[in-house]
């Protein structure tokens, strides 16, 4: 297997965040909020603006995307928080060390932006996820939101934990997110 590599992506390359996206969300559907029908749509402005609001980091073994996360701030209220969100990793390399390095990058873009905190939500009932963020590093809290999904019957009640990375020397958990 060759090397994973790990880039940020810059505005002009709204096209290969909407080309891995769409992928991400036809592949795992149950995983994100949006639907590939809803995105699908989307006009190149709209890719844009996303890519100014959010990082967006790119996850490539030669010249294959194999994942993407994204770190934002615009819908966290608590300064200097920022969350990590849209995590996909392709099914074939899944276990393989690749959401590793994205979170690592993603760690180190938000130190670099100077956030003091990165809050993941994960769902209650993906064991696997709370133990891989666990191991990152990240806290759970006792903060709790409904699940919102699309396309999946029975997640009416599903609910997501909010979990949270210290990052650099701050080593509490902000008391609101």
Request: charge should be negative; aromatic fraction near 6%.
């Given at each position: ?23 991400a ?19 190149e ?81 993906n ?16 903060n ?15 609910e ?18």
């Amino acid at each position: 297997m060759s090397e994973i590599s790990v880039r940020l992506l810059e505005e002009e390359n709204w096209s290969e965040y909407r080309d891995v996206r769409l992928r991400a969300l036809k592949e795992s559907p149950e995983a994100f909020v949006a639907s590939a029908e809803e995105e699908e749509g989307y006009e190149e402005d709209r890719w844009r603006g996303r890519m100014r609001r959010s990082r967006r980091l790119l996850a490539e073994q030669g010249d294959t995307v194999v994942g993407v996360v994204s770190v934002g701030s615009h819908n966290v209220e608590t300064p200097g928080s920022g969350e990590l969100f849209g995590l996909w990793v392709d099914p074939a390399l899944r276990g393989s060390g690749v959401a590793r390095k994205l979170l690592e990058a993603a760690a180190a873009q938000a130190r670099q932006d100077e956030l003091k905190h990165l809050v993941y939500w994960v769902g209650t009932d993906n064991g696997r996820a709370v133990a891989f963020a666990s191991s990152f590093g990240f806290r759970p809290t006792d903060n709790r939101r409904p699940m919102e999904i699309h396309g999946v019957d029975d997640a009416e009640d599903a609910e997501e934990l909010a979990m949270v990375l210290p990052l650099g020397n701050s080593a509490g958990v902000p008391t609101s997110l």
